[in-house]
């Protein structure tokens, strides 16, 4: 029963879904009746408006058309302007309509229109002003000034034609007052034609300022068109009278160019210029007079290149410009003249140099202030400054390489004229000192061979060589900045530098030279000495005094002067220290043979010269600076080594695998060379010598029997504990002196 009652349920609900749809339906097709009738109003209200709106603009446009011509005949520009933009655009309204005869009649009148008003307006400039003749002011103005907004309205061509032809009527004066036959169109009165542009551009300022629209930027136009002519007639000029052509003239003119050009960026926005007159590449270039504002500027700066600020805000000024070049660069083709000019003054400049040191001869020694920088090269880097500033504002091109190239010749002449060929030369005698006067001298030695001038001088063109590696290298960034990005690799003064650092070596190997040959007799007495017949141990020996003071006597000095370049001093000490060092050694070995108080004696002499060697960088000095870790380094290995060679002698030969090893441990040496030598220095008899050489040889490659080594090492401790003791007592002797 349940069941029956649901299916009946469902079918009622079925039913009433089907009466609703049948009226939905009814419904849409009722509403489509109501709306037929008002869409087809609408379409037709829609299409009645647009014939309304394009009969109202066919009406307008032959009214126009009549209006336009009518007007033109009578020359009537103030409303043909406005009227013919507006007529031009109904016009465009009718261009989906143009197979219509009568629209396409419509559309060629207004063509005839414009064209007509173009002829028209040509031929009123024409009459206004005339190619031949003079101008005719005032009249005629405030119908030019309406047919120019015509124009604005017209094919641009024609506003190009009236810009054009008027542009040259104003100039032909000017094309005939500076002929290239005339006395003023000479480089020496150029000033003359930028007053008569200048006097120009307010005449027409004054009668026909108001006559061009202000958007045509007429001022400009004339001004760069001047510019243009005034470029091509300078260029012919100078191509026909290259050979007059002076420096001073050139630069001269150059001057009065740049000024001009920087007074016209200071006026005109340089809008006009993107008509493609003058080419992009001209505009990085600085825009202010190059030559007012450097030469006040380098007479007062500061001499080195690197603390000379007039370069730089000169950097942000350059998009400022963009009309530098515009007439300059004509004087591009003729700048060799300035090159080799540059070339010749640098030249006597360099001689100047080389007679002024000859006459004054060296710098004073100045003790106080350290080695004196030599003025001329500060005056050489001045003058380079000058010249690369003037230079640069010139041209950024081909003349700066060329220029950079005279830089490189006389940097080089710099030095070795000045430099190199200044230094005292080194003489070839050992001084002829005998071991008895040597072992005899006293304070104030002549062993020394360079004078304290000498050294003051050597010291002098050591820092002047410096100074000029360091400001090379600044000139170098700023040829680089200076010049055009495509040439900035053709500027390198690497040789440059690399000249001046040669200068440096040999200066601090000629200052290393004479300390070790004013020590050689020293070294030579104690090679001399006869070492097997020291009796007692005392102080130390006369010829490490001699060394001492002649430390003591140069190293100040050298200090003193090289304050300023503290890192080349530090170079003149590590140098000796590997000069004197293995020389030492070597006349070590030339005292032979020697006994047990001889090798003591010359232990401690070799001690002491190890405590001198290490205060070497600031002995005779009032404060007391450490000396640099690497020179400690070297004095430290090398003279060790020299202490080693000796405990070796002081240790008894026998038993020899005792003596072998103990050689082998405390020198580390494998050279049999060298143990030959300690050998001849124990004085031992050849014999001996040959049994003790291949004992070594057999006890060389000893590594892998690591047992036999031990004993043999174990045997060998008491003598060194007695050598360190006796070692011990040394020190303590010698600090007790010092």
């Not at 049994?691 to 590594?703: I, K, N, V």
Request: aromatic residues 6%; neutral net charge; contains cysteine.
């Amino acid at each position: 029963q349940a069941l029956e009652e649901a299916q009946k349920a469902i079918q009622q609900l079925f039913g009433k879904i089907k009466d609703i749809k049948d009226k939905a339906e009814k419904s849409e097709q009722m509403v489509k009746e109501i709306t037929r009738d008002i869409k087809q109003l609408d379409h037709a209200k829609r299409h009645l408006t647009t014939s309304i709106t394009t009969l109202n603009h066919l009406h307008m446009l032959a009214g126009g058309v009549d209006s336009l011509e009518a007007m033109t005949r009578r020359r009537q520009y103030g409303e043909v302007a406005n009227l013919l933009q507006g007529v031009v655009n109904v016009l465009e309204h009718f261009n989906k309509y143009m197979g219509i005869p009568q629209i396409r009649q419509l559309s060629e009148r207004v063509k005839a229109a414009q064209n007509e008003l173009g002829q028209q307006i040509l031929a009123d400039f024409e009459e206004a002003f005339p190619s031949q003749g003079t101008k005719r002011p005032g009249g005629p103005s405030n119908v030019l000034r309406d047919a120019c907004l015509v124009a604005n309205v017209l094919d641009p061509r024609i506003k190009q034609e009236i810009i054009k032809k008027f542009i040259k009527q104003h100039l032909s004066e000017y094309l005939v007052l500076f002929q290239e036959n005339q006395d003023v169109a000479w480089l020496d009165k150029i000033d003359r034609r930028y007053a008569w542009i200048k006097r120009q551009l307010v005449d027409y300022e004054e009668k026909y300022g108001r006559m061009f629209p202000q958007e045509w930027c007429m001022t400009e136009r004339i001004a760069v068109e001047f510019c243009h002519v005034t470029r091509t007639e300078l260029a012919k000029i100078m191509r026909t009278r290259a050979k007059e052509i002076e420096v001073k003239l050139l630069l001269f003119a150059i001057q009065r160019t740049t000024n001009f050009e920087g007074l016209l960026a200071k006026r005109f926005s340089g809008c006009t210029l993107a008509d493609g007159t003058v080419k992009k590449p001209e505009v990085p270039l600085p825009s202010t007079n190059p030559f007012l504002e450097d030469e006040t500027g380098t007479e007062t700066d500061e001499i080195v290149i690197e603390k000379s600020d007039t370069d730089k805000p000169k950097k942000p000024k350059v998009p400022d410009n963009p009309f530098h070049g515009i007439v300059s660069k004509c004087f591009e083709p003729h700048l060799y003249v300035y090159i080799e000019s540059q070339d010749k003054n640098l030249g006597e400049l360099i001689d100047r140099f080389v007679a002024d040191f000859k006459a004054q001869g060296p710098p004073k020694p100045n003790v106080d202030e350290g080695g004196a920088v030599l003025p001329s090269c500060a005056d050489l880097f001045v003058y380079y400054k000058k010249c690369m500033v003037q230079c640069s504002q010139l041209s950024t091109g081909e003349p700066m390489i060329a220029l950079t190239t005279i830089f490189q010749k006389y940097l080089r002449e710099y030095a070795w004229k000045i430099l190199s060929g200044n230094l005292p030369k080194t003489t070839s005698s050992s001084g002829g000192l005998t071991i008895t006067s040597l072992l005899k001298e006293k304070e104030g030695s002549e062993v020394a061979k360079f004078t304290l001038e000498e050294l003051c001088l050597i010291c002098s063109i050591l820092s002047t060589a410096e100074y000029c590696l360091a400001t090379t290298q600044q000139l170098e960034e700023k040829l680089k900045e200076k010049v055009d990005a495509s040439l900035v690799e053709r500027i390198n003064l690497t040789g440059e530098m690399d000249t001046f650092s040669i200068v440096i070596s040999n200066s601090i190997q000629l200052l290393v030279q004479d300390l070790d040959a004013a020590c050689d007799p020293a070294l030579t007495a104690m090679s001399k000495m006869q070492w097997q017949n020291v009796e007692h141990v005392g102080d130390q020996s006369p010829y490490v005094t001699s060394v001492i003071l002649h430390i003591k006597q140069n190293v100040p000095i050298i200090r003193d002067n090289l304050a300023s370049t503290r890192k080349y001093f530090t170079q003149f000490c590590i140098k000796f220290a590997n000069s004197f060092i293995p020389k030492f050694i070597n006349h070590l070995f030339k005292c032979k043979p020697i006994s047990m108080v001889g090798a003591e004696q010359l232990l401690l002499d070799t001690h002491s010269l190890k405590m001198v060697l290490l205060d070497l960088p600031s002995i005779g000095s009032q404060v007391v600076r450490k000396a640099p870790a690497s020179y400690t380094k070297i004095v430290v290995k090398g003279m060790t080594r020299a202490e080693m060679i000796l405990k070796v002698v002081m240790a008894p030969h026998e038993p020899p695998v005792v003596f072998v090893d103990n050689y082998i441990k405390l020198l580390a040496d494998c050279s049999t060379d060298t143990f030959q030598k300690i050998l001849d220095m124990k004085g031992l008899k050849r014999s001996e010598q040959s049994s003790m050489l291949d004992l070594f040889r057999q006890r060389l490659p000893a590594p892998p029997s690591g047992a036999e080594n031990a004993g043999s090492l174990s045997l060998s401790t008491p003598t060194p504990e007695q050598e360190s003791s006796r070692i011990r007592k040394l020190e303590k002797l010698i600090k007790k002196r010092l």
